[in-house]
T-cell receptor, first 110, second 116 residues
Framework: GQQLNQSPQSMFIQEGEDVSMNCTSS?????WLWYKQDPGEGPVLLIA???AGELTSNGRLTAQFGITRKDSFLNISASIPSDVGIYFC??????????WGAGTKLIIKP | GAVVSQHPSWVICKSGTSVKIECRSL??????MFWYRQFPKQSLMLMAT?????????EQGVEKDKFLINHASLTLSTLTVTSAHPEDSSFYIC????????????FGPGTRLTVT
């Protein structure tokens, strides 16, 4: 079946640092979605990408749909404490199903 | 917009009993709803996909007689865990999709089920 490789698995960052995470696959996807999940909550949609090469921003977040349609990255600039959580990528296939990455856990160094 | 509620947020039940979890789309009509299960420190595991008025499609390995899904209206889907056992303890999350050609899923806050 289709699989996504999301990396890194976790990140320790200093407040104010920029963060980058990505998802890759051997499969082509029609869309890439990025979600954030706080502990004990459901995931919240951050950014949706629908076109290869598309670069979209949402505040301090920027995400890109890879030109090959097999990858996507998410950048967070000037991280703040509330950025802590788990970030998931999801690729949308031709059956309108979402294939999920394993998640990137963001931790702020004290 | 795109708000999904889930009830209850947590439940403790005894082994052998059944538990019903409700998922509602509050401000949009959800053509399709999804039920996920999430184990600690793991990603979302899709259990089943349900379309309003039709039978749910279960993922491989998910027992349809144990996890009963009903999608009675465009705003409500329910998941019933029948004859629950401790291994069914988990975080269950629903999501809703506005249209058949939509990819974006909007999630409920999740239900923490503990079976004693």
């Amino acid at each position: 079946g289709q699989q996504l490789n999301q990396s890194p698995q976790s990140m320790f960052i200093q407040e104010g640092e920029d963060v980058s995470m990505n998802c890759t696959s051997s499969s082509i996807f029609n869309t890439w979605l990025w979600y954030k999940q706080d502990p004990g909550e459901g995931p919240v949609l951050l950014i949706a990408l629908y076109k290869a090469g598309e670069l979209t921003s949402n505040g301090r977040l920027t995400a890109q749909f890879g030109i090959t349609r097999k990858d996507s990255f998410l950048n967070i600039s000037a991280s703040i404490p509330s950025d802590v959580g788990i970030y998931f990528c999801a690729g949308g296939n031709s059956n309108y199903q979402l294939i999920w990455g394993a998640g990137t856990k963001l931790i702020i160094k004290p | 917009g795109a708000v999904v509620s889930q009830h209850p947020s947590w439940v403790i039940c005894k082994s052998g009993t059944s538990v019903k979890i409700e998922c509602r789309s509050l401000d949009f009509q959800a053509t399709t709803m999804f039920w996920y299960r999430q184990f600690p420190k793991q990603s979302l595991m899709l259990m089943a996909t349900s379309n309003e008025g039709s039978k749910a499609t279960y993922e491989q390995g998910v027992e349809k007689d144990k996890f009963l899904i009903n999608h009675a209206s465009l705003t409500l889907s329910t998941l019933t865990v029948t004859s629950a056992h401790p291994e069914d303890s988990s975080f269950y999350i629903c999501s809703a999709q506005g249209g058949l050609a939509d990819y974006e899923q909007y999630f409920g806050p999740g239900t923490r089920l503990t079976v004693t």
